[in-house]
């Protein structure tokens, strides 16, 4: 049974930082690229950072880029998304994605950060 299980979210001040974990079983996880989503209250979900199976190729929206950093460990087939200068606006649902070419995504249930004063 595929699960993708995150953790790590939570309540921060702007300026600070959150580390978010997703724990994945089931599947062979070095063969899939692995994807942190978030979803705002109101807006579409939205891609945030993509590491490929190799974890090699790391792709960031532009938002991201420079506070957050994406990594994976095939060996315990985690994927961890580092958050650092959290502003108001990143606050969402962040959901945990794997794809591989060909097949159906796996989802995670998410986790939900908010970033306020």
């Known amino acids: 049974q595929v699960q993708l299980v995150e953790s790590g979210g939570g309540l921060v001040k702007p300026g600070g930082s959150l580390r978010l974990s997703c724990a994945a079983s089931?599947?062979?996880?070095?063969?899939?690229?692995m994807s942190w989503y978030r979803q705002a209250p109101g807006k579409e979900r939205e891609m945030v950072a993509a590491?490929?199976?190799?974890?090699?190729?790391?792709n960031y929206t532009d938002s991201a880029k420079g506070r957050f950093t994406i990594s994976r460990d095939n060996a315990k087939n985690t994927v961890t998304l580092q958050m650092n200068s959290l502003k108001p606006e990143d606050t969402a649902a962040y959901y945990c994605n794997a794809k591989r070419s060909g097949t159906i995504p796996y989802w995670g249930k998410g986790t939900l950060v908010t970033v306020s004063s």
């Open positions: 089931g599947f062979t996880f070095s063969s899939y690229a």
């Open positions: 590491i490929s199976g190799s974890g090699v190729i790391r």
